[in-house]
T-cell receptor
């Protein structure tokens, strides 16, 4: 079974600074997707960024980028120029690349605090 | 389309009572998922539908839990004889097929069993 581990329950960053959230996963599959979701206090999970395992190039979305290390099964999220609105719980998630089943497996989450 | 809608937002019930939650997915999405999230944890998969067919159920979905999606549109999740351990956030999400873009989540229903 696939597992996702986020070893940092809490992180804090100063506004305008950069922070990196860690995620490791375990799978025997070679093709899969990885995601970072943000869950603010309003509770709705919002997709931040995604990465296909077959792509070597790290995904970027504006201030958000990932460091995907397939051999190490590591998928960290870097937030640059942190803003107060980035404060939220961040979840790393894994999904197999198949058409029949598509459950997401989530990590435990990292609570990010942004200090003004 | 306003996204995935879940009702109610909050539900407080006495132990032993039955509760039902509703999820309205994005209209063109054929897949619908239910997850449970306890405080401080990541969401855990419960079940998912493709159109009206329930294709996968987690072991977490005990006999007291039942989910339906009768016409392939909205879905209901019923918990019978609620227990205090059922207290959690119940999240619904939808997608168009096995979308590589992940799911669109609703805001969840928070259940408190007293």
């Amino acid at each position: 079974a696939q597992t996702v581990t986020q070893s940092q329950p809490e992180m804090s960053v100063q506004e305008a600074e950069t922070v990196t959230l860690s995620c490791t996963y375990d799978t025997s599959e070679s093709d899969y997707y990885l995601f970072w979701y943000k869950q603010p206090p309003s509770r709705q999970m919002i997709l931040v960024i995604r990465q296909e395992a077959y792509k070597q190039q790290n995904a970027t979305e504006n201030r958000f980028s990932v460091n995907f290390q397939k051999a190490a099964k590591s998928f960290s999220l870097k937030i640059s120029d942190s803003q107060l609105g980035d404060a939220a719980m961040y979840f790393c998630a894994y999904r197999r690349q198949e058409t029949s089943g598509s459950r997401l497996t989530f990590g435990e989450g990292t609570q990010l605090t942004v200090n003004p | 389309d306003t996204g995935v809608s879940q009702n109610p937002r909050h539900k407080i019930t006495k132990r032993g009572q039955n509760v039902t939650f509703r999820c309205d997915p994005i209209s063109e999405h054929n897949r619908l998922y239910w997850y449970r999230q306890t405080l401080g944890q990541g969401p855990e998969f419960l079940t998912y539908f493709q159109n009206e067919a329930q294709l996968e159920k987690s072991r977490l979905l005990s006999d007291r839990f039942s989910a339906e999606r009768p016409k392939g549109s909205f879905s209901t999740l019923e918990i019978q004889r609620t227990e205090q351990g059922d207290s959690a956030m119940y999240l619904c999400a939808s997608s168009l097929g096995a979308s590589p873009y992940g799911y669109t989540f609703g805001s969840g229903t928070r259940l408190t069993v007293v």
